[in-house]
């Protein structure tokens, strides 16, 4: 048998900031599957992320031999061979609403407050492409209350975002805020009960290494890993 | 009981020349579901887009009293609910490929090719926008031609677009590219293999809704709907 240890290790490459590889992220340690991660700064040169994914695209999951792209399709593979604890309820229509909110937060939310805000105030410094827009951060940062006020609409009447019990949807909306948080721009005054949902998740265990996120140059605020914000 | 019958028929509230509108329609075409197809031209006074999906965004179906938003999440729950003739594999890991691919054709395709095309030789007409800006236009042509060698590479070994039976990734796929050939923006003769998998999905009863499609004002290819083109 000629299959090494470093062939059955399961590998993540992943840059931190990224909602995508910490929606990914979140799914595996919750699920206890230990994961090395690899940070790939696929905006060098000699980065290899297109040998690995001709999306061009973080994360990709290295597992059984294969290398997995897309994150909601990584995410729904895990939690299919690996069913427990389950991130997706039983019933079709729960799941819908998982996967409806899955797509609000990487798709609508991403496009109208992680992708701006981010690409102005972290990746222009870090790939040096500039200063940041100031008129494009304020519109991503007035679109996380918007975002925030629809949270809270569906918190009202859900412990969690998709229902009455965690599910994916939850980790990636979390995934999202959290890159925000660690540039200090969500403003938990704003509702109480996100605060209280996000005060939730940030304190499982699983929800630790992305706490540990240290992207050099750009300094985490300093609320970011407390659980008491 | 007060439930009238027009509250029990399955509605699909939509746009022509949508991708993700597209996808569902294709959907409930072949599992034979009967639906009421409702135009919702979200750009013009008086739509109630917002008040059916706070996303605002199309398609929406309504079924069962509920509204539901998010073609994925929609797609999903239409073949768990109705399972024959079934659009996912039975394998995690097949099913992983349909969902990758799925999102490989409605966000990296839907970015580099469709939006980009559709936008400024569709869309700005149709909504008094200006003209197109031909360099976008080229450059999407030139992107659908790069998509089309990735198509190539996965149909070189498989029959379908994620392996030997067709799934939603095939109906995503083509989705898109049927917008594209509405307007005769897909060169076949690009790829044989690409316009031989088309002509497949094409010629199934599912597609002719989509080959009936009429925008007023922009009109169809003269082969769109033909099924040797």
């Not at 992680?114 to 690409?119: A, F, G, I, Q, S």
Request: hydrophobic share 40%; net charge neutral.
């Amino acid at each position: 048998m000629n299959t090494s240890s470093s062939n059955s290790t399961i590998r993540l490459y992943h840059i931190a900031l990224s909602p995508f590889c910490r929606k990914v992220r979140l799914v595996l340690a919750e699920k206890r599957i230990e994961v090395e991660l690899v940070e790939d700064r696929y905006w060098e040169p000699g980065s290899e992320i297109l040998r690995r994914n001709p999306a061009g695209k973080l994360p990709v999951l290295r597992m059984d031999g294969r290398l997995l792209a897309e994150s909601q399709a990584i995410c729904e593979y895990l939690d299919e061979k690996y069913p427990s604890p389950a991130l997706m309820p039983h019933s079709a229509i729960d799941r819908f609403e998982v996967r409806r909110l899955c797509s609000w937060f990487d798709d609508k939310f991403s496009a109208e407050c992680t992708r701006p805000v981010m690409n102005e105030r972290v990746w222009k410094k870090v790939m040096r492409l500039g200063y940041p827009d100031s008129r494009t951060v304020k519109a991503g940062l007035s679109a996380i209350r918007y975002h925030m006020d629809y949270m809270k609409s569906l918190l009202e009447h859900r412990r969690w975002l998709a229902g009455d019990v965690m599910t994916l949807a939850d980790f990636a909306a979390a995934a999202h805020l959290s890159c925000l948080d660690y540039i200090s721009d969500v403003d938990w005054t704003h509702s109480s009960e996100v605060q209280e949902w996000y005060a939730k998740i940030k304190s499982r265990p699983a929800f630790r290494s992305l706490l540990a996120d240290h992207l050099p140059g750009v300094h985490p605020a300093p609320h970011y890993a407390l659980l008491d914000f």
